[in-house]
């Protein structure tokens, strides 16, 4: 994987690459033929640049340039300007082949980069998002095609910090990008970045120092949502209007659906009123205008908040409004469980309340525990005074989705000790085959809210042993973040190698993998993680677990052709050979019109031979392939002309070098099939096999000496 291709010939824009030669890459331009072994190819070469390349470059997804063009877009005051440095004096195209584009996190300059891209490079130039799977930022993993743009996001700071050596390779590698009519733009968070590393020949360092204006985001994200009634609505209430001053780009998206959000629960609620019975047990809340509900949602509570979290009482007073212990416990819980029965609210109180009293501690009391929930305020009281109303079925009330998303949030940035005890308490009560539970969402919006990895990695070693369904499920939301999901994507990428974790990963990319809908560059990421943990482990369990996601990747015609992909990959020595023979086994229980697909007329273009062969070489995989090879057989018996003609297609594999055994191990397991002219398949396998003057020292009957 990681060999190095001394020379790289870069051709016209039309020709494709092929490697004819080791460390050798010409184009093959029409005229030029190839026969047989090819040591000398003469053909034209227009251009020819000389470097070293390495194989495990990092992948990326290609955008339409159509859909980044259409996306939500606000350019404007300090953007203008940054916008106006990116691009060259005397040309609407970016000033240097590599951009660096420097922002605090959460900024837009993602989206800056990508629109910038899309709008100022050539029409057949294809945009790519690439995945930064590296420990450190290294030049010679980034690739170089023909008239492509890249982006990559650097926004981790323990694997995408640039140093010195990097830039310096960068300068270098513009070059090569030039030759190439191609672009690296790369965003930067402005914690990672050394100012001494700007000085660069053919690298432009540009810096957004303010986010785009938060309502003009909004607007525009209500816009293109379809909800521009919404936005005249917002200009109309300045509480609204200035709850936005201020925010940066994400949480302005975040705002636009926090608004449609509240208009949703004011529509909802509106219409609950106008029944008599409903209007009884909706809260005082409920009875809101909008302009209210949207400004209160729009709040970050922190004033309202600091006084709920003041120090502790061992009595709730009104007048002072500091909660006590218990009392932030049900806060919490109403702001997870938002409207929900009252026992399951109590329950999930009193379980967050137990995770935080060590397993020795006593009673500081003289009260035991239910002596002292007794002296206390009852559950209804307790509820009212955090703010919310229990309706005369015993169902809580509480429809303040923003509010209780506003509570987690300040717990989880001004209590640090209780992270790790609220993600344990999240997961416990957690639905974990559901990715809309509640408790779900609120796990995938805390672990990555402060960007960055280490909070994900802390869920890990909280859910992974007890609840490994709650932490796939929670990956299978954050991977498909806009945002945060390239954060989670690496996780992954690192967790492969690791033999406790690797089962989370399989079970998070088996879930995107069976996903109709999901995006094909999670599919493509997913597929590079199950690759990873194929090529890494020793564990069979493992090595089983990365079969059945490509099994039920082969049951789809797009997923097989993944998986043919890879055994291409594998017989053309470009990837693991453990993932493309897993891909290859994954493929062979496949039929088409009743016949071994592999074996039939439409058969894709793999060497099955070959395949079957190297399978069948190695002791540890011909235990694997020799089912799946009797399966094929059992298969197409009961038809002479398909048996026959699979019979001759796998003979020619079955007399390769070392094949003996396995080959003896596949007739004794078809000793019992017979085709209906009455041909016993094993004994006819074997007549053709075996030599006649070994038949008698090697028989059906008894293992080969």
């Known amino acids: ?98 951009l660096v584009l420097v922002a605090p996190r959460s900024f837009g300059a993602t989206t800056f980069a990508l629109r910038l891209l899309a709008e100022h490079t050539e029409s057949p130039t294809a945009l790519m998002k690439l995945d930064g799977d590296w420990s450190a930022p290294s030049q010679s993993r980034l690739p170089l095609e023909e008239e492509h743009a890249y982006q990559l996001d650097l926004k981790d700071p323990e694997t995408d910090r640039p140093s010195v050596d990097f830039l310096n390779a960068l300068s270098s590698f513009s070059d090569a990008l030039a030759a190439c009519h191609s672009y690296l733009v790369l965003t930067v968070a402005e914690e990672l970045w050394d100012d ?26 209500l816009n293109a949502a379809g909800h521009a009634p919404l936005v005249g609505e917002l200009q109309s209430f300045p509480n609204a209007r200035d709850a936005l001053s201020g925010l940066h780009a ?57 006084q709920l979290f003041g120090e502790v009482t061992t009595t709730h007073d009104a007048s002072q409004g500091s909660l006590t212990l218990e009392d932030r416990c049900l806060l919490l819980a109403l702001a997870v469980k938002q409207s929900a029965p009252l026992p399951t609210v109590a329950n999930t109180a009193r379980a967050l309340q137990q995770a935080l009293v060590p397993k020795d501690a006593g009673t500081k009391s003289g009260f035991s525990p239910l002596q002292a929930a007794f002296a206390g305020r009852g559950l209804r009281r307790r ?16 429809d303040r989705p923003a509010y209780g998303r506003a509570i987690l949030e300040y717990v989880w940035d001004n209590y640090e000790v209780m992270r790790e005890a609220m993600l344990a308490w999240l997961v416990q009560s957690a639905d974990g085959s559901s990715p809309s539970d509640l408790s779900v969402t609120s796990l995938a919006a805390l672990v990555l809210r402060h960007g960055t990895v280490a909070h994900l990695n802390m869920l890990g070693t909280v859910a992974r042993g007890s609840h490994p369904d709650v932490l796939s499920t929670v990956l299978d939301v954050v991977v498909r973040d806009e945002h945060v999901g390239r954060l989670a994507w690496d996780v992954l990428y690192r967790w492969a190698e690791n033999s406790n974790s690797a089962p989370t ?38 090595r089983r677990g990365v079969l059945e996601s490509f099994k039920e990747l082969a049951d789809r015609r ?30 062979m229980p496949v039929l088409e019109d009743g016949v071994p697909w592999l074996m039939s007329d439409t058969a894709p273009a793999i060497d099955v031979q070959r395949a079957v062969q190297d399978l069948l070489s190695s002791p540890d995989t011909a235990a694997e392939v020799i089912p799946y090879l009797t399966g094929w057989i059992r298969t197409c018996a009961p038809d002479p002309d398909s048996y026959r003609h699979l019979r001759d297609q796998l003979l020619p594999a079955l007399r390769g070098n070392n094949m003996f055994h396995a080959g003896m191990e596949v007739m004794k397991a078809l000793t019992d099939v ?12 074997y007549q053709h096999l075996v030599d006649p003057r070994l038949q008698p020292v090697f028989s059906l009957t008894k293992a080969p000496a």
């Open 196 to 221: 001494r590393l700007t000085t660069r020949k053919g690298v432009h360092v540009v810096y957004l120092t303010e986010p785009p204006n938060a309502q003009r985001v909004v607007e525009a994200h």
């Open 250 to 306: 994400m949480a302005a998206v975040r705002a636009a659906g926090t608004i449609v959000m509240t208009w949703q629960e004011h529509r909802r609620l509106q219409g609950a009123r106008t029944s008599a019975t409903a209007n009884r047990f909706v809260s005082a809340d409920a009875r809101l205008s909008l302009e209210d509900r949207i400004t209160a949602a729009l709040s970050d509570w922190r004033e309202h908040l600091d």
């Open 383 to 398: 509820i009212q005074d955090v703010g919310a109303a229990v309706g005369s079925n015993d169902i809580v009330l509480f």
């Open 674 to 685: 017979t085709t209906p002219e009455g041909l016993n398949v094993a004994e006819d396998f």
């Open 505 to 542: 990963v399989i079970s998070t990319c088996r879930r995107i993998l069976h996903d109709d809908a999901a995006h094909p560059s999670w599919i493509n990421r997913a597929m590079v993680r199950l690759r990873r943990i194929a090529h890494t482990t020793t564990a069979p369990e493992l």
């Open 1 to 98: 994987m990681n060999g190095a291709l001394p020379q790289t010939a870069v051709g016209d824009r039309t020709a494709g690459l092929e490697q004819v030669a080791p460390g050798v890459v010409v184009t093959n331009t029409p005229g030029t033929h190839l026969h047989g072994k090819v040591d000398v190819v003469a053909g034209t070469i227009n251009r020819f640049y000389n470097q070293t390349r390495k194989l495990d470059l990092l992948e990326g997804r290609r955008l339409d340039r159509r859909e980044v063009l259409n996306q939500p877009f606000v350019c404007e005051g300090t953007w203008v300007q940054a916008w106006q440095q990116a691009l060259a004096p005397d040309a609407l195209r970016p000033r240097q082949r590599v």
């Open 558 to 587: 797009s997923g097989a052709a993944r998986l043919v992909a890879e055994v291409r990959d594998w017989q053309e020595s470009k990837t693991s050979p453990k993932s493309g023979s897993l891909a290859f086994l994954a493929l």
